[in-house]
């Protein structure tokens, strides 16, 4: 007997095993072809048996055959717009990329983005007509004539055929094609074409550069919109981050970032709130020095596995490395004081700065620096403490998430590699352990036979944000390989020495990646709790300025980030400005509200709450700030 999980969390019981193929028809009435099945997040074929409980996912429509048939089909029609458009233009070379394509042309100007309108609407006018579209065979020498004058397509047939080669037909319109393709227009789908960029023939730098334009197709108008969300600059954190004023990057700061005042009080806010949750859960902080001698990085493994990617010092005649990731540091904290078996778990937590080099190329923002801070923390435990130091660390990890309002968190269990340390006795152990404490939280997961680093296994969670973007940020890892490394150990009930098993693990990794991902997915309305200023008093004029102070000074006094704008402007302005940088709540004073002590609230969000007593102001406020 066996149990079949779907991701609506309907559990289906087998007695016997079932090929797939007979589940899909039986359950769903469907035929395989229009569909993908991923069993425990792996696609698989029409004859995959099912034998073992499992997570089964069914996408439908959009299988990869369709996608890709549809992608070609979209490809074409693009290259055929072009043509039409710009009869002189030459045609590279196109290819299909999961819901996207592209194609590379060469053209006499600079294409825009005026112009990719119009070709959109040229590719509509194509569809309408509802043109014959045929595929046929033709042999190399025939094929060559017919692009005589096509220094690329020729290129591309001494290059890639020997033979035989596919044409795809469209009214006039000729182009090379990889395979015969099912090409429909009776299924109804969406297309964008989204960008325009430079790209070498053939991918080599020596060549001409072309003019790339590429695209998005799907079947749903719903993936379609995402996707253009997703790409608009709106949700570039770099972009939000001057519109802000939160940050900014010079050339010659070598990926590190400069804060400004309201970017440091988020950056802080969030530590404070991850501060706190840690000394709830017993973490003990501890701070670890930033240049360490290579010697402790020798002996952990990690010079020999990551010295492409650390930054090293000579200095008196020895080496020292910027440190990289904290846990040789904790278990030298561990090690400093002789401990039993009854001290542990002991868990250390630090906010401690990381180095790690990145090629400038690589670098992306906040989003990835070479200068970093996590949330680091490490729990020095007993085999048997596994499982419940897990179940602790995943309950703390989902409060953190929901305050951050991230709700749809997908998890992953990666198991024993073929190339690994430890017994297996060991494996069993700590992977069941990482088992029982997913099953006993009654949470879904995936499987990933093989995934797991050669000192243990792990648990990953990763977020999905508005606009279906996926981000792992959280881990919880076994290590029985770092604490041999470095000869760490603890005095048993017996009164032997032995190692103690080591869970790294952090909720968000790095906070400036962290931030990267809350500031493109909320644009900037950051939670009240978050927000550098939470509250701002604007005055109608002047004679309201001695007023508006005093309502400055009270809400100070209540630890609230509080500003004003005094400045001589029209109030619609002053609303505008301030509702622009998303302050939560706009406090407005004019003459009705000096005479009577009152102030106007209004949100960010353009409600109007009227005008109240600012400790009836206060009281909300304190509500909403606390749930």
Same mark, same amino acid.
């Given at each position: 007997?066996f149990f079949v999980? /779907?991701?609506?969390?309907?559990?289906i019981k087998f007695i016997?095993? $079932?090929?797939?193929?007979?589940?899909v028809?039986?359950?769903?009435?469907?035929?395989?072809?229009?569909?993908?099945?991923?069993?425990n997040?792996?696609? *698989?074929?029409?004859n995959?048996?099912?034998?073992?409980?499992c997570?089964?996912n069914?996408?439908?429509?959009?299988?990869?055959?369709q996608?890709?048939?549809? @992608?070609?089909m979209?490809?074409?029609?693009?290259?055929?717009?072009?043509?039409?458009l710009?009869?002189f233009?030459?045609?590279?070379?196109?290819?299909?990329?999961g819901?996207g394509?592209?194609?590379?042309?060469?053209?006499?100007?600079?294409?825009?983005? =005026?112009i990719?309108?119009?070709l959109?609407?040229?590719?509509?006018?194509?569809l309408?007509?509802? !043109?014959l579209? +045929?595929?046929?065979?033709?042999?190399?020498?025939?094929v060559?004539?017919i692009?005589?004058?096509?220094?690329?397509?020729?290129?591309?047939?001494?290059?890639?055929?020997?033979?035989?080669?596919?044409?795809?037909?469209?009214g006039?319109f000729?182009d090379?094609?990889?395979?015969i393709?099912?090409?429909?227009?009776?299924?109804?789908?969406f297309?964008?074409?989204? =960008?325009v960029?430079?790209?070498?023939?053939?991918?080599?730098?020596?060549?001409i550069m072309?003019?790339r334009?590429?695209?998005?197709?799907?079947?749903?108008?719903?993936?379609l919109n995402?996707?253009i969300?997703?790409?608009?600059?709106?949700?570039?954190?770099?972009?939000l981050? =001057?519109k802000?004023?939160?940050?900014?990057?010079q050339?010659? +700061?070598?990926?590190?970032i400069?804060w400004?005042?309201?970017?440091?009080?988020?950056y802080?806010?969030?530590?404070?709130y991850?501060?706190?949750?840690?000394? !709830?859960? &017993?973490?003990?902080?501890?701070?670890t020095?930033?240049?360490?001698?290579?010697n402790?990085?020798k002996?952990?493994?990690?010079?020999?596995k990551f010295?492409?990617?650390?930054?090293?010092?000579?200095?008196?005649?020895d080496?020292?490395?910027?440190?990289p990731m904290?846990? #040789?540091?904790h *278990?030298?904290? !561990?090690k400093?004081s002789?401990k039993?078996y009854?001290?542990? #778990?002991?868990?250390y937590?630090?906010?401690?700065?990381c180095?790690?080099?990145?090629?400038?190329?690589?670098?992306?923002?906040?989003?990835? *620096?070479?200068?970093?801070i996590?949330?680091?923390?490490?729990?020095f435990?007993?085999e048997?403490q596994i499982?419940?130091? *897990? $179940?602790? !660390?995943?309950?703390?990890?989902?409060?953190?998430?929901?305050?951050? /309002?991230?709700?749809n968190?997908?998890?992953?269990?990666?198991?024993r590699p073929?190339?690994?340390?430890g017994?297996?006795? $060991?494996?069993?152990?700590?992977?069941?352990s990482?088992?029982?404490?997913?099953?006993?939280?009654?949470?879904?997961?995936?499987?990933?036979?093989g995934? @797991?680093?050669f000192y243990? #296994?792990?648990?990953?969670f990763?977020?999905?944000d508005?606009i279906?973007?996926?981000?792992?940020?959280g +881990?919880?890892?076994?290590?029985?390989?770092?604490p041999?490394?470095l000869?760490?150990y603890?005095?048993?009930?017996?009164?032997?020495k032995q190692?103690?098993?080591?869970?790294?693990?952090?909720?968000?990794?790095?906070?400036?990646?962290?931030?990267?991902?809350?500031?493109?997915?909320?644009?900037? &309305?950051?939670s009240?709790?978050?927000? #550098?200023?939470?509250?701002?008093?604007?005055?109608? +004029?002047?004679?309201? $300025?001695?007023?508006s102070?005093?309502?400055?000074d009270?809400?100070k006094k209540?630890n609230?980030?509080?500003?004003?704008?005094?400045?001589?402007?029209?109030?619609?302005?002053?609303?505008r400005?301030?509702s622009?940088?998303r302050?939560?709540y706009l /406090?407005?004073?004019?003459?009705?509200?000096?005479?009577?002590e009152?102030v106007s609230?209004?949100?960010r969000?353009?409600n109007?709450?009227?005008?109240?007593?600012i400790?009836?102001?206060?009281?909300m406020?304190?509500?909403?700030?606390?749930?």
């Amino acid at each position: 007997m066996f149990f079949v999980i /779907l991701p609506n969390k309907k559990v289906i019981k087998f007695i016997n095993f $079932i090929m797939m193929v007979d589940f899909v028809k039986f359950f769903y009435f469907r035929s395989f072809e229009t569909l993908i099945i991923k069993v425990n997040n792996c696609i *698989v074929e029409s004859n995959f048996l099912l034998i073992e409980s499992c997570f089964v996912n069914l996408f439908f429509n959009e299988n990869k055959k369709q996608l890709f048939v549809l @992608g070609s089909m979209c490809k074409y029609l693009m290259a055929n717009a072009v043509k039409i458009l710009f009869p002189f233009s030459v045609l590279g070379f196109g290819n299909v990329v999961g819901n996207g394509f592209y194609y590379d042309f060469e053209l006499d100007f600079k294409l825009s983005s =005026k112009i990719l309108e119009k070709l959109e609407k040229q590719i509509y006018f194509l569809l309408e007509k509802r !043109f014959l579209i +045929t595929i046929f065979l033709s042999s190399a020498e025939k094929v060559k004539k017919i692009f005589f004058n096509n220094e690329y397509k020729i290129n591309l047939i001494n290059k890639t055929y020997e033979s035989n080669i596919y044409i795809y037909k469209c009214g006039s319109f000729l182009d090379i094609c990889n395979n015969i393709y099912k090409i429909f227009f009776k299924n109804a789908f969406f297309l964008k074409l989204i =960008k325009v960029s430079g790209a070498y023939w053939m991918g080599n730098s020596s060549n001409i550069m072309l003019q790339r334009i590429e695209g998005f197709v799907s079947f749903k108008y719903e993936q379609l919109n995402d996707y253009i969300l997703s790409l608009n600059d709106v949700r570039d954190h770099r972009l939000l981050g =001057k519109k802000y004023d939160l940050f900014h990057f010079q050339n010659d +700061t070598c990926g590190m970032i400069f804060w400004h005042k309201d970017g440091w009080i988020i950056y802080q806010e969030i530590i404070k709130y991850l501060r706190n949750i840690f000394f !709830f859960n &017993n973490y003990l902080e501890v701070n670890t020095p930033q240049l360490i001698n290579k010697n402790l990085w020798k002996m952990s493994g990690h010079l020999d596995k990551f010295s492409e990617n650390m930054y090293s010092l000579f200095s008196d005649n020895d080496f020292f490395i910027l440190k990289p990731m904290n846990c #040789p540091a904790h *278990v030298q904290i !561990f090690k400093n004081s002789i401990k039993s078996y009854k001290d542990l #778990p002991i868990k250390y937590c630090e906010f401690g700065s990381c180095y790690r080099k990145e090629f400038s190329g690589a670098l992306h923002g906040i989003m990835r *620096v070479k200068n970093f801070i996590q949330d680091d923390g490490h729990i020095f435990c007993t085999e048997n403490q596994i499982q419940r130091e *897990v $179940i602790l !660390f995943i309950k703390s990890l989902f409060v953190v998430y929901k305050k951050f /309002l991230f709700k749809n968190i997908l998890i992953k269990l990666a198991t024993r590699p073929e190339k690994r340390v430890g017994e297996d006795f $060991i494996w069993d152990k700590a992977e069941k352990s990482l088992v029982l404490a997913l099953n006993k939280l009654n949470l879904n997961y995936f499987i990933c036979k093989g995934e @797991g680093a050669f000192y243990g #296994p792990k648990i990953e969670f990763t977020l999905k944000d508005n606009i279906g973007r996926l981000w792992q940020c959280g +881990t919880i890892q076994v290590d029985f390989f770092i604490p041999k490394r470095l000869n760490s150990y603890y005095i048993n009930r017996y009164g032997f020495k032995q190692f103690p098993i080591i869970l790294h693990r952090a909720i968000i990794g790095s906070i400036e990646r962290f931030m990267g991902i809350l500031l493109e997915d909320n644009f900037g &309305n950051f939670s009240l709790w978050l927000c #550098p200023i939470q509250i701002i008093v604007l005055n109608i +004029t002047a004679n309201e $300025i001695s007023y508006s102070k005093k309502i400055c000074d009270f809400l100070k006094k209540e630890n609230i980030r509080v500003s004003f704008d005094f400045k001589n402007d029209k109030i619609s302005l002053k609303i505008r400005n301030a509702s622009i940088r998303r302050i939560p709540y706009l /406090l407005i004073v004019g003459k009705n509200e000096v005479t009577n002590e009152l102030v106007s609230v209004r949100t960010r969000d353009s409600n109007d709450l009227g005008a109240m007593k600012i400790d009836i102001f206060l009281n909300m406020f304190n509500l909403c700030l606390f749930n």
